[in-house]
């Protein structure tokens, strides 16, 4: 009896011996297994989660901010190639591009010999006001001795750099003085002028050059209207070669100004926005006004939706090479911590119904970057036989074909001249030493330079100076070898490039374009187009104009 009562425990230890396997079976599911499943049900919470369990987990301590940071350059990289991430430390430098304007005390300086070389003090600036002077030397910044190999453009910059209304101290060493001169200079905002450069090429054709679509081109490109306005312009010539774009709105807002009104500037669409049509207003001012659009393969993005509106609308002629190719529009996304990324949201599309964006494949960012690379050795720089278009064809206003899928192609095809360039030459420029011999050259004549108030005074001084056969003797010093024939043959080039920097150095930019264009083939292309009238096109022959 006593036997038989025993076993009426056995059911109830096996239940609990069930219970507490499956409790202990579900502690290690969770701690080895269970993460996984969660993974897999949670969908686009995955990334989280996995960041989470390495945070957790993983063997070693993780520097989980800085994993974070490399991992988001690598997320973006897999949409497409202009889809950034952009760091806090980063983001108001970039910030500041667009907008046209940052806070320091206004200077442009390089670094030369160890120490830091003011080039020009921008006028109405900080630094002009406190008497600062181009050729100064800053030797010490807030009573710190700032010279020797160490120093870097980027430190130098935070440096100078600060909050407006913020004060830094300057030790300046300038030729002609003994002692070292004591500036304290009250920090404020610098405008970043996009319009590089306003002047007239012939007494009845003016000139516009501009390196970046900012928040300020706009205005910026209507005071250079009106100063070409008093000099009574009849013909323009924009030069956007280089300019790798900017903001959107900026180039709709430059392409009304010569546009008709109710013709179509650009249009966006996405798979979350819809198509969106921006149109002139026909209270643009100089909407018959001759016009000369300069590119090349550097102009991008906002300067290709100007192009594409002249070429489309058959407006203006297009000169150069062809262009970049980017028909992405990005709207920027911030953090807290002040990072933030441009998030690709929509193509643009010209008033033809091309987008001009050149193609890509997903996660190959690196042939995408090497593109130009590939064009140069293909000889598309050197000869439009070399280009290769194999887009969809579109057509303009009257009738002329266009291609999509591969930038814009200009109506004037304006090869790169080569043909002086040598191994000597690439070395000099590549190395530096013809910006280092004329910042010396600069600081040498100073005060005879100053004496010069047109380029043509002082190039033709500089002509008289031996200045190519001194930079030789100057370069070889430093350990590049002359080389005679070399030297003969890119003697031009050479000539050009010293006038030009020791020009840029003593002179406003307009002067300094003044110079490099004296000679461009683009630009003695447009003064002659402008000049026989034939700036609007005309309707293929065998096609009647459409005017819808």
Same mark, same amino acid.
């Given at each position: 009896?006593?036997?038989?009562?025993?076993?009426?425990?056995?059911?109830?230890?096996?239940?609990?011996?069930?219970?507490?396997?499956?409790?202990?079976?579900?502690?290690?599911?969770?701690?080895?297994?269970?993460?996984?499943?969660?993974?897999?049900?949670? %969908?686009?919470?995955?990334?989280?989660?996995?960041?989470?369990?390495?945070?957790?987990?993983?063997?070693?301590?993780?520097?989980?901010?800085?994993?974070?940071?490399?991992?988001?350059? &690598?997320? $973006?990289?897999?949409?497409?190639?202009?889809?950034?991430?952009?760091?806090?430390?980063?983001?108001?430098?970039?910030?500041?591009?667009?907008?046209?304007?940052?806070? *320091?005390?206004?200077?442009?300086?390089?670094?030369?010999?160890?120490?830091?070389?003011?080039?020009?003090?921008?006028? #109405? *600036?900080?630094? =002009? &006001?406190?008497?600062?002077?181009? *050729?100064?030397?800053?030797?010490?910044?807030?009573?710190?001795?700032?010279?020797?190999?160490?120093?870097?453009?980027?430190?130098?910059?935070?440096?100078?750099?600060?909050?407006? %209304?913020?004060?830094?101290?300057?030790?300046?060493?300038?030729?002609?003085?003994?002692?070292? /001169?004591?500036?304290?200079?009250?920090? *404020?905002?610098?405008? /970043?002028? !996009?319009?590089?450069?306003?002047?007239?090429?012939?007494? =009845?054709?003016?000139?516009?050059?501009?390196?970046?679509?900012?928040?300020?081109?706009?205005?910026?490109?209507?005071?250079?209207?009106?100063?070409?306005?008093?000099?009574?312009?009849? %013909? /323009?010539?924009?030069?956007?070669?280089?300019?790798?774009? #900017?903001?959107?709105?900026?180039?709709?807002?430059?392409?009304?100004?010569?546009?008709? @009104?109710?013709?179509?500037?650009?249009?966006? +669409?996405?798979?979350?926005?819809?198509?969106?049509?921006?149109?002139?207003?026909?209270?643009?001012?100089?909407?018959?006004?001759?016009?000369?659009?300069?590119?090349?393969?550097?102009?991008?993005?906002?300067?290709?939706?100007?192009?594409?509106?002249?070429?489309?609308?058959?407006?203006?002629?297009?000169?150069?090479?062809?262009?970049?190719?980017?028909?992405?529009?990005?709207?920027?996304?911030?953090?807290?911590?002040?990072?933030?990324?441009?998030?690709?949201?929509?193509?643009?599309?010209?008033? !033809?119904?091309?987008?001009?964006?050149?193609?890509?494949?997903?996660?190959?960012?690196?042939?995408?970057?090497?593109?130009?690379?590939?064009?140069?050795?293909?000889?598309?720089?050197?000869?439009?036989?070399?280009?290769?278009?194999? %887009?969809?064809?579109?057509?303009? &206003?009257?009738?002329?074909?266009?291609?999509?899928?591969?930038?814009?192609?200009?109506?004037?095809?304006?090869?790169?001249?080569?043909?002086?360039?040598?191994?000597?030459?690439?070395?000099?420029?590549?190395?530096?030493?013809?910006?280092?011999?004329?910042?010396?050259?600069?600081?040498?004549?100073?005060? =005879? $330079?100053?004496?010069?108030?047109?380029?043509?005074?002082?190039?033709?001084? /500089?002509?008289? @100076?031996?200045?190519? #056969?001194?930079?030789? @003797?100057?370069?070889?010093? &430093?350990?590049?070898?002359?080389?005679?024939?070399?030297?003969?043959?890119?003697?031009?080039?050479? +000539?050009?490039?010293?006038?030009?920097?020791?020009?840029?150095?003593?002179?406003?930019?307009?002067?300094?374009?003044?110079?490099?264009?004296?000679?461009?083939?683009?630009?003695?292309?447009?003064?002659?187009?402008?000049?026989?009238? +034939?700036?609007?096109?005309?309707?293929?022959?065998?096609?009647?104009?459409?005017?819808?």
């Amino acid at each position: 009896m006593k036997h038989k009562n025993s076993f009426r425990y056995v059911p109830f230890l096996l239940a609990i011996c069930l219970v507490g396997g499956i409790l202990i079976g579900n502690f290690y599911t969770l701690q080895y297994s269970g993460n996984r499943l969660n993974i897999i049900n949670t %969908g686009t919470n995955k990334i989280n989660d996995l960041l989470r369990i390495i945070d957790d987990q993983y063997v070693d301590t993780v520097n989980m901010p800085d994993l974070i940071e490399k991992a988001m350059p &690598r997320i $973006l990289s897999e949409l497409d190639p202009h889809s950034v991430y952009i760091k806090a430390k980063d983001a108001e430098a970039a910030a500041n591009d667009l907008k046209g304007s940052f806070s *320091g005390i206004g200077v442009s300086f390089t670094i030369h010999e160890d120490t830091i070389h003011i080039i020009s003090v921008i006028k #109405g *600036g900080p630094s =002009e &006001r406190t008497g600062l002077l181009a *050729g100064d030397r800053i030797v010490s910044i807030n009573d710190t001795v700032y010279v020797g190999d160490t120093i870097t453009s980027e430190k130098c910059m935070k440096r100078l750099k600060g909050e407006k %209304g913020t004060t830094v101290k300057l030790g300046i060493k300038r030729m002609g003085e003994k002692d070292l /001169l004591d500036y304290t200079i009250v920090r *404020g905002d610098i405008p /970043l002028h !996009s319009v590089e450069a306003t002047y007239m090429l012939t007494p =009845e054709i003016g000139y516009v050059k501009i390196k970046s679509f900012s928040e300020t081109t706009y205005p910026e490109l209507l005071v250079s209207l009106a100063k070409l306005g008093q000099e009574n312009f009849k %013909g /323009l010539v924009i030069d956007l070669r280089g300019n790798i774009g #900017g903001i959107m709105q900026t180039a709709i807002q430059m392409a009304n100004i010569f546009l008709p @009104k109710d013709r179509l500037i650009v249009y966006t +669409e996405g798979r979350k926005f819809t198509r969106e049509e921006y149109v002139s207003d026909g209270r643009g001012a100089f909407a018959h006004l001759p016009l000369v659009v300069l590119i090349d393969e550097g102009s991008a993005s906002a300067s290709e939706i100007f192009a594409g509106a002249i070429q489309d609308n058959d407006r203006g002629t297009i000169i150069g090479r062809r262009s970049f190719g980017k028909g992405l529009v990005q709207m920027p996304v911030e953090f807290r911590d002040g990072s933030v990324i441009r998030l690709t949201i929509a193509r643009y599309y010209t008033p !033809s119904g091309r987008c001009i964006h050149k193609p890509y494949e997903k996660g190959h960012g690196e042939e995408y970057d090497n593109d130009l690379l590939e064009r140069y050795e293909r000889g598309e720089f050197f000869s439009a036989d070399s280009i290769h278009q194999n %887009g969809p064809q579109y057509k303009t &206003r009257l009738g002329r074909v266009v291609y999509g899928n591969g930038g814009v192609m200009p109506d004037i095809f304006i090869p790169e001249d080569t043909s002086a360039v040598t191994v000597y030459y690439k070395e000099a420029v590549f190395s530096g030493l013809i910006h280092q011999y004329a910042l010396k050259f600069t600081d040498t004549h100073r005060q =005879e $330079l100053e004496k010069f108030q047109t380029v043509e005074e002082m190039v033709k001084y /500089l002509k008289t @100076k031996n200045i190519v #056969g001194d930079f030789a @003797k100057f370069a070889q010093e &430093r350990g590049l070898r002359r080389r005679n024939l070399m030297l003969y043959k890119s003697r031009k080039l050479f +000539e050009c490039n010293l006038f030009g920097n020791i020009i840029s150095n003593m002179m406003e930019t307009d002067q300094f374009y003044e110079f490099i264009n004296s000679d461009d083939p683009a630009i003695l292309q447009s003064i002659q187009i402008i000049e026989k009238g +034939e700036t609007f096109p005309t309707p293929p022959q065998d096609i009647e104009p459409h005017h819808p």
